[in-house]
Each structure stands twice: as structure tokens, then as C-alpha cells.
């Protein structure tokens, strides 16, 4: 009963869920509930010793939850995957297993802001280092390896600018350091890049992007790929060394290729806190059922949009891997064939005035502060979320006084050219 | 036999046919992989039996600790060994020595023997490597789905609610076989650099 391997699709649809045992429910039930009851004293000091499978809590586990961690885990090709509250918290669980004090995450320089702004001053207080590299450059990557270095950390797509790592040559750093390669495929979502097929040990998403994709639930996923041999060398004492907080297990030894996914979720999320909402699990889950069909057509209207805006006089530059003359077209061919996704910036001739005009002026793309929702939406970052930055630094970060950027929706490609070329007139 | 990925009907139809199972290295000690192995594989109703000199005169979940697998006095259908690699072979030894000889030779995760599992398929048994039978199981019936695991499983058939002591049914329908294609390219390359 090997059967063929299912498509995207089908998997995005399947995967993970089946009709529910007690009352035959076909959607996924909102197991909305903090606790789960034992069926004795054995059952219970069995699940909480991690040596039967089941619910206890649901900070540790839920249901409903667990649909979606399987879901995605099949999407990226992983062997699990664990669900939290929002793509920050999946990064801070992640690297909570990998780093001590002293030690360092080597990251590229291409990162979502908040990212940034995580890296280098919420983890300063835990003592963990940050080295940075440019993504456009690998050899910065292969300098920037110390004995420290316990992690590389990358965006297949990288937000502000919509930029294509090469994922395949990181990865190359990664192995010969003998350390884990983290991929934020927030941008992508497994329907255009699948990072574990280029190398990557470890995928988190911030799931309240594509893959929820109705900008109506925070959520994060951390996916396993079951690659990484965490007991070489013993690096990584949370997988390969005994627990004292059970008894002595040795988190590798016992859960093999899926390790790390266990190891986040009862070192990092039992102990951490951030467990995601049933109810967000579910409305994420319901979005990532359509996540082929919306991810198609959020790259087809973004590359209507940005051949629009290349051949628009007010326009003097736009930034999107989908147009044949981007720098980083051919990466995008060969990581991304089916589209550059849907975020990216464009510059304008008229600098920060003209920005600060366009985005008032538009009437169907809403001012806001995400990515990857139904709707179009439209920043500009040098007066709102690169706001605290000197110019200098403002230009470095792709977010110049005159960079506008935009997440394309799944409305008609039409009304949002229509809205775009009102709102540069005006 | 190509034992760096096994195809879902071979593991299937092991874990399927199976009734009796000596656990080679089982320990009584509760946070040792084996003793959760042996206790999870005992509750969905398979016939265990403890193997380990160390132990003999202690029970496991009720079941005696023997010796050795010539100490069980009955045919048995699978050895699961509880040992490093390197001390594998002995082992199979003595499993192709019984009368008659068990049907299944599994080494646990993390233990892989090429010369020795070629010997018990040279002689007719059925080999897996390097897997736990405790997830295999807990895959093929998506009960391991509980805690986020790709069970590489689909179904759209309403299972029972799983009780303590249930036989689950191993029969969905699987895609690609077991593990995935990366971490199974990975385990390969482990072996080969090892
Ligand atoms: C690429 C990327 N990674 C991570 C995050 C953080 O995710 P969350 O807001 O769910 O914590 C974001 C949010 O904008 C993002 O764009």
C-alpha cells in the first residue's frame, strides 16, 4: 500500500488530518480545551515521561495543533514539525536548542527588521552572539565561521526586497562548519521554495503570512528536516546529552530523525510558553488549503504589477526577481521557478515625499505593517519601520527614504494597477 | 535488500505478521529508549520477552527476563536488538541457531550491522535496520501524528478512538515509504563516513 506520492495540493489538503475519531467531524474540530484527561496513573507518568504518545496539555500539545504541525511537515519535506505562538517565538525556540551563552548565530544580513531587531538586542540578554554576512555574498558566510558558530540563519526570499538567497551554497557553508542551516521560508512558503530539497537542516515559517494567508492569525512553525547527526562532536548537549528534566533521556537517542522537533517542543515550547491557539491552528490550517491556488496567482499579479511599475515614469527602480533584468532572476529561476512571490520594493523618483504621498494616496492596498495576506499592502518604510535609522543605514536595510514596499494580493490584477497609477498621478 | 530506505509494505507487513517479539538489551530502567519500546509494543499486544543476563531474576511489565534468546524455550517470530552496531553479530549468531529460526531480524535506531543482516537474509529472514519499531508503528497508524511527526500517511476513513491495549490498524494509505527523501539521504551519507 505504497501508494503514488501525492501532489501539493492533494497534501495540502490531506495531510496530517483525518476525520475525527469520536464523531466522525470531517473538518478539523477546534480542540479548544487547556488539558486532555488520563486514563489512569500509568497513562499519565507514561505521556509526561515522553513515553507514550498522547495529549497532555496544551502548551506541550494540542490536537488541533498537531494537524497543522504534520501538515506543514509533509508541505516541506520534514520529518515533524511543532506549531507556536508566532514566527518569533519559533525563532527563540529553535536557537534555545542550539545556543549556551557565548556561543553565536551567524545570520545574513537580508532579514525581515523584526528579525533584526531580535537577533541583535532581545538575544544580547541571553548571552547569544550574532555574526553577520551578505546573502549576495557566500564567501562572507565561510569568513564569518568561528569555533562559536552553532547556527547559519537565512530567508529563501528575504523580506523587505523579495531578494533570492542561494540556498544550495549556504548550505555548503553550513556542512563543512558542521553546523545546522535555519531557512525562514515565510516568503516563499513551500509551494515555490522547499529548502530541506536545497540542504536546509531546519525550516521555521512565520505562519500569519501565505500560509495562514488571510492576515487574520499570528502563528510560527519550526519543521524538522531530520538531517542533522546532533551528537557528533557533542555541540548540541539539549538533543545528544541526558535531560535532568526527564530523568536522563537523551532527546536524540530516543526520537532519532525527528529529534529536533521534539527537542522544541518539550525543552523549548513546554518551557518557553508561546503555544499557539487552537483556534489560530485552524484558521491557519483552513488557509494553507488553498495555499497553491493563492500562492499562484499572489506571483502572477506581483509580476503584472512590477512590469507596470518598471515601465512607470514616476518610478525609478523596481526591486523584484520575477523581471528578466533583476540581479537575482536567475537564482529565482532555479530556486523559485513558479515565481518571485509577492513582496518586493520599488524606488521613487520623487524620494521620501513622493513615498509618503503614494501610500496616502492609494485606495484599494491598505497602509499596514504585514505581508502575505489576501489583501494588497503597501509600506514605506523610511517613515514607519526603518523610521529610527539614519539615512545611511536606511539604504544598507533596502529601505532608502524613497523604497516603497509592496505584498501583493489575489484581488484582479487590474484594480491594483488601476489604484497604483491613480495614486503616482496624483 | 536496500536497507537505507524500506518501502511502507515491507515494515507493514512486519510489524502485521509478527506475535512474538524478544527485545534483545531491554532495560528495566524507565527512561531507556528500549523499556519504552518494549512497554508501547506490550500495550498494543504483541507477545514480548525481555532478553538481558543482567536482569535475569527481574520482571518486565510482568514478563521475566531471560538470558539469552536460547533461554526462551519457544519459537519466536522477531528479535529486536537493543545493542550498538558493533555488537550486533553475535547476536544474529545466535537467533540463526534457534529452532526454528525467528522471521525478523530488527536493529534498533541508530544500529546498523550490513554483514550481519546480509547473513539473516542469506538464511530467509526479513531485516530492518536503524528504525524503532515503537515509531514505525506509531507512524503507520498516525498515532506518532499526536506529536507533530510526518507520519508520510493519508486517510479519509474514520479511525476508532485508540484505547489502552488496542491492536491499531496499520493500513492507510502511505506515499514515498517511511522516512523522507533528505533524512534518509543523510542517514546514507552518516553510514558512508562512519
Ligand atoms: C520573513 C519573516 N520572518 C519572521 C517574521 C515574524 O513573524 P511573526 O510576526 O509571526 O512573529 C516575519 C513577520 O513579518 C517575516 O516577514
Known amino acids: ?426 | 535488500m536496500n536497507h537505507d530506505a524500506y518501502d511502507d509494505n515491507y515494515i507493514r507487513s512486519i510489524l502485521n505478521n509478527v506475535k512474538s517479539i524478544a527485545m534483545v538489551g531491554a532495560s528495566p530502567v524507565n527512561v531507556r529508549p528500549s523499556y519504552f519500546a518494549f512497554k508501547y509494543l506490550a500495550q498494543r499486544g504483541y507477545d514480548m520477552i525481555p532478553v538481558n543476563p543482567g536482569h535475569v531474576g527481574k520482571e518486565l511489565m510482568g514478563k521475566p527476563f531471560v538470558a539469552s534468546l536460547a533461554d526462551i524455550g519457544r519459537p519466536i517470530d522477531m528479535v529486536d536488538i537493543f545493542r550498538n552496531s558493533s555488537h550486533i553479530m553475535p547476536v544474529v549468531d545466535e537467533a540463526l541457531k534457534l529452532s526454528p529460526p525467528p522471521k525478523v531480524i530488527w536493529m534498533q535506531l541508530g544500529a546498523r550491522d550490513d554483514a550481519a543482516a546480509e547473513k539473516a537474509e542469506a538464511a530467509g529472514l526479513k531485516v530492518v535496520m536503524n528504525r524503532c519499531p515503537k515509531i514505525e508503528y506509531g507512524r503507520l497508524s498516525s498515532e506518532i501524528s499526536w506529536m507533530g511527526v510526518n507520519s508520510r500517511t493519508l486517510s479519509s476513513k474514520r479511525a476508532p478512538v485508540p484505547t489502552q491495549g488496542m491492536r491499531l490498524s496499520l493500513n492507510r494509505s502511505s506515499f514515498g515509504g517511511g522516512q523522507t527523501a533528505a533524512s534518509d539521504r543523510a542517514a546514507k551519507n552518516k553510514t558512508e563516513t562512519t
Open chain 1, 1 to 426: 500500500m505504497t501508494d503514488r506520492l501525492p501532489g501539493f495540493s492533494t497534501l495540502a489538503v490531506h495531510a496530517g488530518a483525518q476525520p475525527d475519531p469520536t464523531t466522525g467531524a470531517r473538518a478539523t474540530p477546534i480542540y479548544q480545551t487547556t488539558s486532555f484527561v488520563f486514563n489512569d496513573a500509568d497513562h499519565a507518568a507514561s505521556l509526561f515521561g515522553l513515553q507514550a504518545f498522547g495529549n497532555i496539555y496544551t502548551r506541550i500539545g494540542n490536537p488541533t495543533n498537531a494537524v497543522l504541525e504534520e501538515r506543514v511537515a509533509a508541505l516541506e519535506g520534514g520529518t515533524a514539525a511543532l506549531a507556536v505562538a508566532s514566527g518569533h517565538a519559533a525563532q527563540v525556540i529553535v536557537l534555545q536548542q542550539l545556543m549556551r551563552p557565548g556561543d553565536e548565530v551567524l545570520a545574513a544580513r537580508k532579514l525581515y527588521g523584526g528579525s533584526i531587531n531580535q537577533f541583535t538586542h532581545a538575544f544580547k540578554a541571553f548571552g547569544w552572539n550574532v555574526a553577520w554576512a551578505d546573502p549576495d555574498d557566500v564567501a562572507s558566510f565561510e569568513r564569518a565561521v568561528t569555533p562559536h558558530t552553532k547556527a547559519i540563519f537565512i530567508e529563501s526570499i528575504a523580506n523587505p526586497a523579495g531578494s533570492i538567497t542561494d540556498i544550495e551554497a549556504i548550505a555548503a557553508v553550513a556542512r563543512k562548519a558542521g553546523v545546522p542551516l535555519i531557512v525562514d521560508n515565510t516568503l516563499a512558503s513551500p509551494y515555490l521554495i522547499k529548502p530541506i530539497d536545497h540542504g536546509a537542516d531546519i525550516v521555521v515559517h512565520s505562519l500569519t503570512k501565505f500560509l495562514g494567508g488571510h492576515g487574520n492569525s499570528l502563528g510560527g512553525v519550526i519543521v524538522d528536516a531530520g538531517t542533522f547527526d546532533w551528537s557528533k562532536d557533542n555541540k548540541y548537549p539539549m538533543l545528544s546529552e541526558p535531560r535532568p528534566e526527564y530523568h536522563g533521556i537523551r532527546i536524540q537517542e530516543t526520537f532519532g530523525n525527528f529529534a529536533f522537533a521534539i527537542a522544541c517542543r518539550v525543552l523549548g515550547l513546554r518551557d518557553l510558553g508561546p503555544a499557539l491557539s487552537p483556534f489560530n491552528a485552524f484558521m491557519i490550517l483552513t488557509g494553507i488549503e488553498t495555499l497553491p491556488l493563492r500562492m499562484q496567482k499572489h506571483c502572477d499579479n506581483a509580476k503584472a504589477v512590477a512590469e507596470f511599475l518598471s515601465s512607470h515614469p514616476a518610478v525609478s527602480a523596481v526591486n523584484y526577481a520575477g523581471l528578466p533584468d533583476d540581479r537575482y532572476h536567475q537564482l529565482q529561476r532555479k530556486y523559485s521557478p513558479k515565481g518571485a512571490g509577492a513582496v518586493f520594493t520599488f524606488s521613487l523618483k520623487g524620494g521620501y515625499d513622493a513615498g509618503v504621498n503614494l501610500v496616502s494616496n492609494l485606495k484599494l492596498f491598505s497602509h499596514l505593517a504585514n505581508v502575505g495576506d489576501t489583501r494588497s499592502l503597501v509600506i514605506h518604510p523610511a517613515s514607519t519601520t526603518h523610521s529610527q535609522l539614519d539615512d545611511e543605514a536606511k539604504v544598507r536595510s533596502g529601505a532608502g527614504p524613497d523604497v516603497v514596499r509592496l505584498s501583493i494580493g489575489i484581488e484582479d490584477k487590474e484594480d491594483l494597477i488601476a489604484d497604483l497609477d491613480q495614486a503616482l498621478r496624483a
